[in-house]
Structure formats: C-alpha cells, structure tokens
C-alpha cells in the first residue's frame, strides 16, 4: 500500500518506483508479444468419432487459446469426421481434419483461418515450394521488418533481424513484392529460384509524397501549390522533454527562439513567419489528430508517436481555417497501426546531465567593498563605507559569521543536474485491427542544491515528472469502413520553490555577498527558530531578503493533466462514385491543473555587538517576529472542449485530369472548468463550414480554391461571421518535353503562388461589443441627506457598446518555387507578404473624452501591420561510397514587420515618438552620445532631466530635432527614437549534415539568429533598499577619474538609483545575434539495438557576452538555458 502520509523528501524515490513499475510492466507486455509460435506450444490428446467440423473447431476452441475464422458455408456441411491422436500439435490435428473436410487452413500465430478447398487448389497446393531470401539496403545491411508479399494473395512475411525471409511460393509464374518504408517498392519474377538476394534502393522522395494539409487531408506534393513544410519526426528528436526545443532552424517559415531553460517551463517560444499583428494574439493555431491543442500539449509529445508533422503557412494552407488560421497552422498527425504479421516494438531509454549554459559573473565580496565605497565617495558621499577593517578582515577569510563573503550561487546551486527519459512503443495488427500504443515518462530535476532538507523535511528541488499514453485503435468494420479510436493522455507533476524559480536565481545573482552570513548556530539548547542572516534598512521586513531563507521556507506543487478522447469514422463512398469518401470526429478534451503553495515566514538576525579579541557576539532581530509553520494555499483551473467535425473528400483522376475536393462542416465548444464570474461561465463557441476544389492537369498546370466561412460567439449577430477565400496556381515546368535537355541538372522545377483572406478571432475579450456597467461602484460616489452625511454608489461604465467589433483580417500573397538539383538538391524558397487589418486595440488617445476615459475608452478593430519576409529550405542526400551516406540540411527564414496604423496621440512636434513604421517590439530609446568627458562637457550640453543631476562619467544624450528641424536644448521624453531591432529575431536559420558509415552515425546542426537587439536594463549595481551585486563587466571597465574613458562599459558608479543612466537607452542596446552548435550526436547500430550520444546548446559564439542571448533583454537574472549531454538506447524488435 503506498503510503501517502510519507515526507515530501521521499517523491524522487516514490517517482523512482512508479518508473520502475512503469518499465516492469511495458517489459511484460514486450515479452508477451515475443512469445513462441502458439504451434509450438499447444498439444492435443483427441479422440473423436463421426463429428462435424463445427464441433472440432469448438473443441479446439474451448481447450486452447486458438480462434477461428471463416465463412459459415465452410462449416456448414454434413461431412462426418474421425480423428485420433496423442499429444499432437495443432498443426497436425488440422491436417487430419482438412483432408476429410476438403478445407484449407491459414495459421497466423493463433489465429485460424478456414477456407473451403476447391478442386484447381489441390494441384496448386502440390506444387508449393520453399523461397528463402535476403533484403539489404544500399550500403549492404540487412533490412529489419521489410515485407514480402505473394502478389495477388494475402500471403505475407516479414524479414527477421538477418534480413532474412522464407516464403511459400506456388510456381515459377510467381512474383513477390518487397517494399520498406523509405525505400523503393520492388517486384521480382520468381522462375526457378529456391534463395534470393534483394538489395532496395531508398526513395528519398518517398516520405513528402503525400503532405498533410489542413484538417489532417492529404495532397500529392507534386500538386501542391501551397505553401507547407513537411517535418520528418526523427528530426525532433533531441534530448529534452520539450517537443518545441528542437523547432528552431529546423523548419522553413518559423521563428523560434528558446527564453528559459527551467525545467518544465523550457519549451520555446514560436510563430510561423514571425508576428503580423501587434494585437495579443500572435500564435499559432496547433492542430493534434483533428483537435485544437496548447503548445504546452504539443512540448508533451514524445517524437515517437509522431506520424507527420505539417506547417501551414500561406492562405491557400490556412484559409479554409477561417477566424482561427491567420498565424499559421501546424498539423501533428500521431502514428496509427499498421497491418502486420508480427508487431514491431520499439523501446527507448536515455539518460542527460545538463549544465546552466551561460551564469552572469559577479565579483566577489571585496571587490563589492570597494567598488560600493567609490560609488558613494565619487558622488560626494562619505558616509555610509564600508570600513578598512571590514574589507581586510574579509580579505583574510575571518569570521565568516561576522566578515562574510558569500557565493550565493555557488551555495545554492550544483553544477550539474540529471534527467531520465523512457518511451516504450508497440504498433501492429491485422487487416481488421490494427493498434499504436505508447507510453512515455519523463523525469527533469533542476540545479538547486537540496538545502530545504537541512531545515525541513521536504525537498524543495525542480523536479518535473511527466507521464505521457497515446493509444491509437482501427477497426476495419467492413471493406468500406473504417473506426478509429484515439485516446492521448498527459499527466504532469511539478515541484519546485515558492518563492519562483527566476526569483530563486536573481536572488542568488544580486544578493550583498558581505551583509550578512546565510545562517547563525544556535544561540542555546532552547531556539526555537533558525536564526537567518540579515540587515537591518531594507524593504523586505525591514531588512534584506536572505536568498537561501527565500528557497527553502517554501514550496509549491503542481499537478496538471490532460485527457484528449476522439473517435473516427472513414467511410468510402465508392458505391456512389469511385473516390468519394466521408470522415466524421469527434473529439473530448479536458485540461485540469491544481496548485499547492506551502510556505512559512522566516527570521533574520543581525550582529548588535562584536567583541573582536573575544569573538563574542550578540545578535538582535530584523524586523517583526515572522511565523515559522508552514501555510498552505490551493488553487485550481481547467477547461474542457468538445469538438465535433465532418467532411466530404474526394480524389479521381480521369486521364490526366487531376480532381481533388473537400467539403467540410465543424463546430466547436470550450467551456471552463473553474468559473469566477458570468463571462467566464459561458462558453466559447465556433461554427463553420470550409470548402477545397484543386485541379491538376497532366501534373503540369495546377490550381486550387479554398474558403472558409466561420462565425464566433464573441461577436455581435451581424459581425459574427466571416468569409476566406483564396485561391493558388502552379505551374510543374518541369513536366514540359521542353525540360527534357536540362532535366539532369534541374530534375523537378514547380512555380507557385497564393493570395487569400484569412481571421483572427483571438481579441482575448469576452464579448467586447457589449457595454459593461457596474449599477453599484465605488468610483462614483455621492452624499446625500441633511447633515450630507449619507453615502451612496452609482453606474459605472466598464466599457462602451461597439456592434462593430469582429475578427482581424489577413490579406496574404505568397510566390515560390520548389527546384530539385541533380536528383539529389532540394530547394523550396517562398517570398511573402501580410497586411493585417482590423487589428483590435482600445482607442486611447484619438477619441475626445466624453467618449470614455481611460479604463472605458471604446475598443475598435483600427490597427493595420504589414508583414513580408522569405523562407529557404535546402537539403542534400548522397549515396557517396558503399558504405560512406552524406546528407545536408539548412533552412533560412527572415520575416519583417511595421506597423502602419495605431491609436497614439497626435505627435505633429515630435513624429520620432510614433511607433509607426516601424516593428513591432523594437525599442524606443534615449540616444547616447557616450559619456560626459569633464564638467565642461555637461555645462555645455543641453539640460538632462531625466533624474540626478548629471556628472563628468555620466551618459549624455543626443537632443533630438523636432518636426521643424529645432532643438528645445532639455533632453526629455519627446527626445527618444525607435532604434535597433525587435527583441524577437528577424531572422532564424540553421544548417548541419548527417553521416553514415557503415554501422556508424554522425550529424551535428548549427543554429543562430540575426537582426535581434538586446536591451539590458535592471541589472545595474548597489541600490539603497534593496542591493544587487556588481556583474563583473562592470567592475572590468567603468568610467573613473583613473579611468576617464568615454565609451567604458559602463558610466560613473552610483549607489543609489541613478535614472540618467538606468533609462533605456541606446547605450544598453547591444546586438543579440547568435550562432549555435545546437545538436551534435554520434551513435552506432548494433545488431538489435542503437547506442548514441548527443548533446544540445554545446556552444554559443555571439557579441552578447554576459548571458545567453537567446535569453533575450533584461537583467540576464533568470534561469539560463541549459547545456546537456544525454546518452540513449533504442531497442527494435520487429
């Protein structure tokens, strides 16, 4: 019985053993798929005497575990039969049987299939003989699990572990099929041959044949006019447990970029084509197996049950999406069953360290001595030193109690964590059922040290366990007929401390090394308490916060899980007309999440009186007494959504006409869980219906017309829906006779391109065309009665009435071309271009007030954005040498906004303040124009008033014209400009090859980001109430009279805030691009396994030097992105 009063301390243990159970139980099920031939297993003693053949097989039945199959006119005859055998297999009773039944039997493990023996097959059967026979690949490996098919029968085989095959072939007229996914299909007469040897070519175009597009349909590539890229699953494969880690330049048209490396929080951050509205909502719409899906659902896929995986970026891709498709769409499409004799298992165990990839560097306590006593003597301050004694003392490494230099850092964080990952698969069945089943768990831990376990009995350490089940179910109901059912279930556990992991980690940054040691011993045998280091004057209880007090009195837990339920109907229509076909869905989805915080005040103590010969010391309280138990708080959300879809596809060619169409009807419901108010009650609804038509003819002139017409609940009656149409044309070049002469060089060439509508709904407002009034607010009060001394509320307007309001719309033009070099060179490049209208925003400064004031402005669909950029894919595959395989990928992808119309104030003076024409996210700043070189300088330079009145080492500022050309000579606000670039890259690339040779494998992939800007701000030392620590760049090169540099790193010291050179400005303004190796990895293939060794964020190269830049701006005080190294097997069994 598990014990759930046990300590908190206890949960990587008890999480060791749920895995543990885990691996026992799935190893079970693997061994039980692997069992003997049934043939083998099951003897029978029998004596019977003038029975039917339906009374056989119910006795075979009912005394084993065999199960028969067959048409009734097989069983329904008179025919009386006699049998007698001791301890015979099932094998030879059959074979008794069959000849005075006059049947044929078919044995596949321990199913029985009984046919009825026509007179042409018992010459046949006379004349069957034994072919044995190898598939190898290329290089000359044997290929595992290739299928060998008698064409024309439902004979079948697949190969072993050798590669090698037996099958029964009827005469020399025989051909069998062989085929293996990602290698050419071949047919090879059969003549006179008993062995043969078969060596498969690999079909480099096999895999992108076929594109999912929108609703999981699918199109040949060869017809395609949209613009979709097609992800091969094993390129996803990195070790981390956040699926969207793996996303940046690795796929044409994304921008990715990963801010945090904290584990169960790391998951990147991405939009396709980048970002074309500055409204909230810029991402992208994430479709799982038909079902809308967060991105937190997609970072729990394991890239095992992937089967594809699409992304939509163009309107001809996403229009039929509606209100929902303007950011994009990718489609994940998990892996199904297949039609197998034997089922193939696959079983994966990995195990990383990973490392905190880029630390900010701090100085040390003495250093912090000095450099804080110039920051106040350089301003003219004398007061308030750190005393000779002090910095000496700590100098010498005395009484750390009394003269501390803490690393905090280094205190609260180890160098290296540990993560564990299992997935274990399983995928097979026959023509009538078919399965995938998978089970994932994954376990992250985090850097923290296990300190709490020192004070209490928990460990307050991230630790992330997550628990991933994909079961897939097909069942062929009739020839015609096809059910599906799906079922996806993620489970999520977290703990970590109260107090915030980023906040844990700037504490240890910023924290005073000096002031105060981390803990003080008992005083006596009675304390009550810990008695925790601190200072008396800061803001924190009087004092300054203790950042190991801060991660240890607390802790806070997470569980969250998601149930995603679908079943399917596929049914074929071809009674009506050949290639018509009709899929029905529907989905359940629930998310649940509750929450646990537990956390205890803490005191701190301070030194009162020090006896330096004695080294006695008295210590005196900070603050209040703070209560010590621990208190606990919960909270809990969730919403579910039910999703219910049906669609019309149908696929004919007539000659070299090519006809595809859909149609299509959806709706959708999401409704919360938890609600706190009416607008949260209610649901949110959406409805539409969608329609394709695409024509190809003789695969050379292509075209295709989409729409969609979709409505949402959060709109008013008359704006509720909207239509998207697009259309596409193409054109296969290449298909000309003309091509012909070039044909070897450029062997495939394909012009493209789309125009269309497409809509955002997401204004992440409920209702907003309604007014929202409170009848009884305390903003509008008044008095009344005869002493006026009664007061009474009145109506507030929330919010004014717009029925205008409606979705965002997109007009998208993308033009490309799909080029093929040499049989070997992909190129796919595509140029486009957004303008998004009708972004929703509140009119703030445009509208006079009796309209509405501040909170209550009307809202109105006024804001437009352009968005044009490019993207490039290029991959290179090449048999080199028999034994030698080179592949080459890159992707390339640049997407640059400006914002062309937004509610601002009217700035005829001072235009350089409109955010107009330029991106979104780029930043708006102070020019710097170095530092004051003397006084002289700052009595000559146009007033700053930006706080403290400026000093020789201050930063000085540009003053910037205004619309007539004149300087004012006073640097404020109106004197900031638009400089740099988003913070969000521009650009986003990657490149890197793949190698084999013979049983060995190499690849490595390198990763960067162009036209970033990073803007530091926050990081800026000392402070009067609340200290930071000096980062070491600082203490390296800052302006002084021994150092009167005007462009040092850093201005003249300051203790307290000093605004002049805190604001933002473009002295903080440094250039974020990167290059990393993201992923290298080397593995070799065993006989029945793979063992290989990779690793991720392996190296930065960048001008940014504090921290990593994929980090973005700010302080760098959070938790860094994490170097790993993970070593791994996968099992194979087929």
Same mark, same amino acid.
């Given at each position: 019985?598990?014990?759930?009063?046990?300590?908190?301390?206890?949960?990587?243990?008890?999480?060791?053993?749920?895995?543990?159970?885990?691996?026992?139980?799935?190893?079970?099920?693997?061994?039980?798929?692997?069992?003997?031939?049934?043939?083998?297993?099951?003897?029978?003693?029998?004596?019977?005497?003038?029975?039917?053949?339906?009374?056989?097989?119910?006795?075979?039945?009912?005394?084993?575990?065999?199960?028969?199959?067959?048409?009734?006119?097989?069983?329904?005859?008179?025919?009386?039969?006699?049998?007698?055998?001791?301890?015979?297999?099932?094998?030879?009773?059959?074979?008794?049987?069959?000849?005075?039944?006059?049947?044929?039997?078919?044995?596949?493990?321990?199913?029985?299939?009984?046919?009825?023996?026509?007179?042409?097959?018992?010459?046949?059967?006379?004349?069957?003989?034994?072919?044995?026979?190898?598939?190898?690949?290329?290089?000359?490996?044997?290929?595992?699990?290739?299928?060998?098919?008698?064409?024309?029968?439902?004979?079948?085989?697949?190969?072993?572990?050798?590669?090698?095959?037996?099958?029964?072939?009827?005469?020399?007229?025989?051909?069998?099929?062989?085929?293996?996914?990602?290698?050419?299909?071949?047919?090879?007469?059969?003549?006179?041959?008993?062995?043969?040897?078969?060596?498969?070519?690999?079909?480099?175009?096999?895999?992108?044949?076929?594109?999912?597009?929108?609703?999981?349909?699918?199109?040949?590539?060869?017809?395609?006019?949209?613009?979709?890229?097609?992800?091969?699953?094993?390129?996803?494969?990195?070790?981390?447990?956040?699926?969207?880690?793996?996303?940046?330049?690795?796929?044409?048209?994304?921008?990715?970029?990963?801010?945090?490396?904290?584990?169960?929080?790391?998951?990147?951050? !991405?939009?396709?084509?980048?970002?074309?509205? !500055?409204?909230?909502?810029?991402?992208?719409?994430?479709?799982?197996?038909?079902?809308?899906?967060?991105?937190?659902?997609?970072?729990?896929?394991?890239?095992?049950?992937?089967?594809?995986?699409?992304?939509?970026?163009?309107?001809?891709?996403?229009?039929?999406?509606?209100?929902?498709?303007?950011?994009?769409?990718?489609?994940?499409?998990?892996?199904?069953?297949?039609?197998?004799?034997?089922?193939?298992?696959?079983?994966?165990?990995?195990?990383?360290?990973?490392?905190?990839?880029?630390?900010?560097?701090?100085?040390?306590?003495?250093?912090?001595?000095?450099?804080?006593?110039?920051?106040?003597?350089?301003?003219?301050?004398?007061?308030?030193?750190?005393?000779?004694?002090?910095?000496?003392?700590?100098?010498?490494?005395?009484?750390?109690?009394?003269?501390?230099?803490?690393?905090?850092? @280094?205190?609260?964080?180890?160098?290296?964590?540990?993560?564990?990952?299992?997935?274990?698969?399983?995928?097979?069945?026959?023509?009538?059922?078919?399965?995938?089943?998978?089970?994932?768990?994954?376990?992250?831990?985090?850097?923290?040290?296990?300190?709490?376990?020192?004070?209490?009995?928990?460990?307050?350490?991230?630790?992330?366990?997550?628990?991933?089940?994909?079961?897939?179910?097909?069942?062929?109901?009739?020839?015609?007929?096809?059910?599906?059912?799906?079922?996806?279930?993620?489970?999520?556990?977290?703990?970590?401390?109260?107090?915030?992991?980023?906040?844990?980690?700037?504490?240890?940054?910023?924290?005073?090394?000096?002031?105060?040691?981390?803990?003080?011993?008992?005083?006596?045998?009675?304390?009550?308490?810990?008695?925790?280091?601190?200072?008396?004057?800061?803001?924190?209880?009087?004092?300054?916060?203790?950042?190991?007090?801060?991660?240890?009195?607390?802790?806070?837990?997470?569980?969250?899980?998601?149930?995603?339920?679908?079943?399917?109907?596929?049914?074929?229509?071809?009674?009506?007309?050949?290639?018509?076909?009709?899929?029905?869905?529907?989905?359940?989805?629930?998310?649940?999440?509750?929450?646990?915080?537990?956390?205890?005040?803490?005191?701190?103590?301070?030194?009162?009186?020090?006896?330096?010969?004695?080294?006695?010391?008295?210590?005196?309280?900070?603050?209040?007494?703070?209560?010590?138990?621990?208190?606990?708080?919960?909270?809990?959300?969730?919403?579910?959504?039910?999703?219910?879809?049906?669609?019309?596809?149908?696929?004919?060619?007539?000659?070299?006409?090519?006809?595809?169409?859909?149609?299509?009807?959806?709706?959708?419901?999401?409704?919360?869980?938890?609600?706190?108010?009416?607008?949260?009650?209610?649901?949110?609804?959406?409805?539409?219906?969608?329609?394709?038509?695409?024509?190809?003819?003789? =695969?050379?002139?292509?075209?295709?017309?989409?729409?969609?017409?979709?409505?949402?609940?959060?709109?008013?009656?008359?704006?509720?829906?909207?239509?998207?149409?697009?259309?596409?044309?193409?054109?296969?070049?290449?298909?000309?006779? !003309?091509?012909?002469?070039?044909? @070897?060089?450029?062997?495939?060439?394909?012009?493209?391109?789309?125009?269309?509508?497409?809509?955002?709904?997401?204004?992440?407002?409920?209702?907003?065309?309604?007014?929202?009034?409170?009848?009884?607010?305390?903003?509008?009060?008044?008095?009344?009665?005869?002493?006026?001394?009664?007061?009474?509320?009145?109506?507030?307007?929330?919010?004014?009435?717009?029925?205008?309001?409606?979705?965002?719309?997109?007009?998208?033009?993308?033009?490309?071309?799909?080029?093929?070099?040499?049989?070997?060179?992909?190129?796919?490049?595509?140029?486009?271009?957004?303008?998004?209208?009708?972004?929703?925003?509140?009119?703030?400064?445009?509208?006079?007030?009796?309209?509405?004031?501040?909170?209550?402005?009307?809202?109105?669909?006024?804001?437009?954005?352009?968005?044009?950029?490019?993207?490039?894919?290029?991959?290179?595959?090449?048999?080199?040498?028999?034994?030698?395989?080179?592949?080459?990928?890159?992707?390339?992808?640049?997407?640059?906004?400006?914002?062309?119309?937004?509610?601002?104030?009217?700035?005829?003076?001072?235009?350089?303040?409109?955010?107009?024409?330029?991106?979104?996210?780029?930043?708006?700043?102070?020019?710097?124009?170095?530092?004051?070189?003397?006084?002289? =300088?700052?009595?000559?330079?146009?007033?700053?008033?930006?706080?403290?009145?400026?000093?020789?080492?201050?930063?000085?500022?540009?003053?910037?014209?205004?619309?007539?050309?004149?300087?004012?000579?006073?640097?404020?606000?109106?004197?900031?400009?638009?400089?740099?670039?988003?913070?969000?890259?521009?650009?986003?690339?990657?490149?890197?090859?793949?190698?084999?040779?013979?049983?060995?494998?190499?690849?490595?992939?390198?990763?960067?980001?162009?036209?970033?800007?990073?803007?530091?701000?926050?990081?800026?030392?000392?402070?009067?109430?609340?200290?930071?620590?000096?980062?070491?760049?600082?203490?390296?090169?800052?302006?002084?009279?021994?150092?009167?540099?005007?462009?040092?790193?850093?201005?003249?010291?300051?203790?307290?805030?000093?605004?002049?050179?805190?604001?933002?400005?473009?002295?903080?303004?440094?250039?974020?691009?990167?290059?990393?190796?993201?992923?290298?990895?080397?593995?070799?293939?065993?006989?029945?396994?793979?063992?290989?060794?990779?690793?991720?964020?392996?190296?930065?190269?960048?001008?940014?030097?504090?921290?990593?830049?994929?980090?973005?701006?700010?302080?760098?005080?959070?938790?860094?992105?994490?170097?790993? !190294?993970?070593?791994?097997?996968?099992?194979?069994?087929?």
């Amino acid at each position: 019985m598990i014990n759930f009063m046990a300590k908190e301390d206890s949960v990587v243990r008890k999480n060791g053993k749920y895995l543990l159970l885990f691996v026992f139980c799935f190893l079970v099920v693997a061994l039980q798929a692997k069992s003997p031939v049934y043939g083998q297993a099951k003897t029978f003693t029998v004596s019977l005497k003038n029975v039917t053949l339906k009374e056989v097989i119910s006795y075979v039945e009912k005394n084993s575990q065999y199960v028969f199959f067959f048409k009734p006119e097989v069983i329904n005859q008179s025919t009386q039969i006699s049998v007698s055998l001791k301890n015979a297999t099932v094998k030879q009773l059959l074979d008794k049987v069959s000849e005075q039944a006059n049947i044929v039997y078919e044995m596949k493990e321990r199913q029985i299939v009984l046919k009825e023996k026509k007179v042409s097959e018992q010459s046949v059967s006379q004349k069957k003989r034994l072919l044995q026979g190898l598939v190898k690949d290329e290089q000359g490996n044997p290929i595992i699990g290739a299928s060998i098919q008698l064409k024309n029968t439902g004979t079948g085989v697949i190969t072993d572990l050798d590669g090698l095959f037996q099958i029964q072939v009827t005469d020399k007229n025989s051909v069998i099929v062989i085929s293996y996914i990602g290698y050419v299909t071949q047919e090879i007469s059969v003549g006179d041959r008993s062995s043969i040897t078969v060596q498969l070519k690999e079909d480099t175009k096999s895999l992108e044949e076929v594109v999912v597009t929108a609703f999981g349909a699918t199109q040949k590539k060869e017809t395609m006019v949209g613009s979709i890229q097609q992800v091969r699953p094993a390129e996803l494969k990195v070790p981390s447990s956040s699926l969207s880690t793996s996303f940046a330049g690795r796929m044409a048209g994304v921008i990715a970029i990963q801010r945090s490396g904290q584990p169960g929080a790391d998951g990147a951050d !991405f939009w396709i084509r980048g970002k074309s509205t !500055f409204g909230d909502a810029t991402g992208v719409l994430i479709v799982l197996d038909g079902v809308e899906i967060s991105s937190s659902d997609l970072n729990a896929l394991d890239p095992e049950v992937i089967e594809s995986f699409s992304i939509l970026k163009d309107a001809t891709a996403t229009a039929m999406y509606g209100t929902r498709g303007a950011n994009g769409v990718m489609i994940v499409t998990t892996k199904s069953g297949q039609d197998l004799l034997k089922p193939i298992i696959n079983f994966r165990l990995e195990t990383s360290m990973s490392q905190l990839t880029s630390v900010p560097e701090m100085v040390g306590g003495v250093d912090y001595m000095k450099l804080y006593n110039e920051a106040l003597t350089t301003r003219g301050i004398t007061t308030g030193l750190y005393d000779d004694t002090k910095i000496r003392a700590t100098e010498q490494g005395l009484n750390p109690l009394v003269y501390p230099n803490v690393d905090w850092y @280094n205190e609260m964080f180890n160098k290296n964590a540990f993560a564990q990952r299992f997935n274990f698969n399983i995928r097979g069945g026959k023509k009538a059922v078919t399965y995938f089943m998978s089970a994932s768990v994954k376990h992250d831990a985090g850097n923290l040290k296990s300190l709490s376990k020192d004070y209490f009995s928990y460990n307050n350490n991230i630790n992330v366990m997550r628990y991933d089940f994909v079961n897939n179910l097909s069942i062929k109901a009739t020839n015609t007929t096809k059910i599906s059912l799906g079922l996806n279930v993620s489970l999520r556990d977290w703990k970590g401390p109260s107090a915030g992991v980023d906040g844990i980690f700037s504490m240890s940054r910023e924290a005073s090394p000096v002031d105060f040691p981390i803990v003080y011993p008992a005083r006596n045998d009675k304390e009550i308490y810990t008695l925790w280091g601190g200072m008396s004057g800061g803001i924190y209880n009087n004092g300054y916060r203790n950042p190991v007090a801060e991660y240890v009195v607390g802790y806070k837990k997470q569980f969250a899980s998601t149930v995603n339920a679908n079943i399917r109907l596929d049914q074929d229509l071809k009674m009506v007309t050949k290639g018509l076909k009709l899929h029905v869905l529907a989905s359940f989805k629930n998310w649940s999440k509750t929450e646990t915080t537990r956390k205890a005040g803490y005191n701190q103590f301070e030194i009162d009186q020090y006896n330096e010969a004695t080294g006695e010391y008295t210590l005196s309280r900070v603050g209040n007494e703070q209560k010590t138990a621990l208190n606990t708080e919960g909270a809990a959300t969730g919403d579910r959504r039910i999703f219910i879809q049906a669609y019309l596809d149908y696929k004919r060619k007539f000659g070299v006409h090519d006809v595809n169409a859909m149609l299509l009807y959806n709706q959708d419901q999401l409704d919360n869980n938890k609600p706190d108010n009416l607008l949260s009650s209610l649901p949110r609804r959406k409805q539409g219906i969608a329609a394709r038509l695409s024509y190809a003819y003789d =695969d050379r002139y292509l075209a295709e017309v989409n729409f969609g017409y979709n409505g949402s609940e959060n709109f008013a009656k008359n704006n509720r829906f909207g239509f998207f149409p697009s259309i596409a044309l193409g054109y296969n070049i290449s298909q000309e006779k !003309f091509w012909e002469p070039i044909s @070897n060089v450029i062997s495939h060439f394909k012009l493209r391109g789309s125009y269309g509508l497409v809509g955002n709904d997401g204004i992440n407002e409920r209702y907003a065309y309604l007014e929202d009034i409170v009848l009884s607010s305390d903003k509008w009060k008044y008095t009344t009665g005869v002493n006026q001394n009664v007061n009474l509320q009145g109506p507030v307007w929330n919010r004014y009435y717009n029925p205008n309001l409606t979705w965002e719309v997109g007009k998208k033009l993308n033009v490309g071309f799909d080029m093929q070099l040499f049989h070997q060179v992909n190129l796919n490049f595509d140029v486009f271009k957004e303008i998004r209208s009708k972004i929703y925003m509140q009119k703030v400064n445009t509208l006079p007030d009796f309209i509405g004031t501040g909170e209550t402005k009307i809202y109105e669909n006024s804001g437009k954005m352009k968005n044009v950029g490019f993207d490039i894919a290029l991959d290179y595959n090449k048999q080199i040498t028999k034994d030698f395989f080179l592949s080459f990928k890159g992707t390339l992808t640049y997407a640059h906004n400006t914002i062309l119309e937004r509610d601002e104030p009217p700035f005829q003076l001072y235009p350089n303040l409109s955010s107009v024409g330029y991106s979104r996210g780029q930043h708006l700043v102070y020019v710097a124009d170095g530092l004051f070189r003397d006084q002289a =300088d700052v009595d000559s330079h146009a007033e700053q008033t930006l706080g403290y009145i400026p000093q020789p080492g201050d930063i000085k500022y540009v003053d910037q014209p205004d619309a007539n050309g004149n300087c004012d000579g006073i640097i404020n606000t109106n004197d900031r400009v638009y400089m740099g670039y988003p913070e969000d890259p521009e650009i986003v690339y990657g490149f890197g090859p793949s190698m084999k040779y013979k049983n060995w494998d190499f690849s490595f992939f390198f990763q960067g980001a162009a036209r970033t800007s990073i803007l530091m701000s926050g990081f800026h030392p000392f402070g009067k109430n609340a200290t930071r620590g000096v980062m070491k760049f600082i203490a390296d090169d800052y302006w002084s009279e021994s150092n009167p540099n005007p462009n040092a790193a850093y201005p003249r010291l300051t203790r307290d805030t000093n605004a002049n050179n805190t604001v933002n400005s473009s002295y903080w303004l440094r250039n974020g691009a990167f290059l990393k190796l993201k992923n290298a990895e080397i593995g070799y293939t065993f006989k029945m396994f793979r063992a290989y060794l990779n690793g991720s964020n392996l190296l930065t190269f960048s001008p940014f030097k504090h921290w990593d830049p994929e980090m973005g701006g700010g302080s760098g005080m959070k938790y860094p992105t994490q170097r790993v !190294f993970n070593i791994g097997i996968q099992f194979t069994f087929k």
